[in-house]
Nanobody, 126 residues
């Protein structure tokens, strides 16, 4: 049974940083694209980043480009999302996901992903 467990969400002040983690159980990240999504209050789930199975390609939505960095350690079966210079607007539940659509296709539609974590809350507030 595939399970994704996110962690690292927290309350942080504007301008602060957080690193989210996503550990995969029951599946090897060697064979999947990993993505990160977020869903703010009253908003649709938004695809913000992905990384290819081989770590050779990554994608960022314009809303996070330059401030977020995605990474993956296949040996630990864990992915990461480093978030810097956080703004109030990034308050949301953050989800990791696994899929087989190549990251180079920029799969930002939630329906393109096979496995989901339960999410971790990120709150930016002064």
């Amino acid at each position: 049974q595939v399970q994704l467990v996110e962690s690292g969400g927290d309350l942080v002040q504007p301008g602060g940083s957080l690193r989210l983690s996503c550990t995969a159980l029951g599946v090897s990240l060697d064979y999947y694209t990993m993505g990160w999504f977020r869903q703010g209050p009253g908003k649709e789930r938004e695809g913000i980043s992905c990384i290819s199975d081989s770590d050779s390609y990554s994608y960022y939505a314009e809303s996070v480009k330059g401030r977020f960095t995605i990474a993956k350690d296949n040996a630990k079966n864990t992915g990461y999302l480093q978030m810097n210079n956080l703004e109030l607007e990034v308050t949301a539940v953050y989800f990791c996901a696994l899929g087989v659509v190549p990251c180079s296709y920029h799969p930002t539609d939630a329906h393109e992903w096979h496995h989901w974590g339960r999410g971790t809350q990120v709150t930016v507030s002064s």
